[in-house]
């Protein structure tokens, strides 16, 4: 039986003290935004005080993912959470900006420097 292909998109969700945090690493695209979606409502299902996506492992990013990200800077508006996406390679970020959704987040290239970003919010 041959070995099973490793998954596009792998994520994690972990708990830091100010916020919940979703990172994802492989192929943001059509064929796995679902997965990030999934784990962002589970991170929210936990009502953190603050959500942190972390797409630094992301070697792709189609307009799927895009969608996923606009469609949590809506929730995190109406629930009032503070949002930062953390980004630092060229696939996320070019696609941020072409689409100007980088204007609509709080950007940060380091899950520290977004950590840093909520607590000087909450201060």
């Known amino acids: 039986m041959p070995d099973e292909p490793a998954p596009l998109l792998t994520v994690r969700i972990r708990?830091?003290?100010?916020?919940?945090?979703?990172s994802a690493d492989g192929n943001l695209d059509l064929g796995t935004a679902a997965v990030l979606r999934a784990g962002a409502r589970a991170a929210l299902a936990g009502e953190?005080?603050?959500?942190?996506?972390?797409?630094g492992g992301i070697t792709f990013c189609g307009s799927a993912g895009l969608q996923v990200i606009?469609?949590?800077?809506?929730?995190?508006?109406a629930a009032r959470l503070p949002f930062a996406v953390v980004a630092d390679g060229r696939p996320v970020l070019r696609s941020?900006?072409?689409?100007?959704?980088?204007?609509?987040l709080a950007l940060h290239p380091t899950v520290d420097?977004?950590?840093?970003?909520?607590?000087?919010r909450a201060a």
């Open 48 to 55: 953190p005080g603050a959500l942190i996506v972390d797409l």
């Open 96 to 104: 941020l900006q072409i689409i100007r959704l980088d204007r609509a």
């Open 15 to 22: 708990t830091v003290p100010e916020a919940a945090v979703v």
């Open 70 to 77: 606009a469609e949590l800077v809506t929730a995190a508006e």
């Open 113 to 120: 420097g977004a950590r840093a970003w909520i607590r000087e």
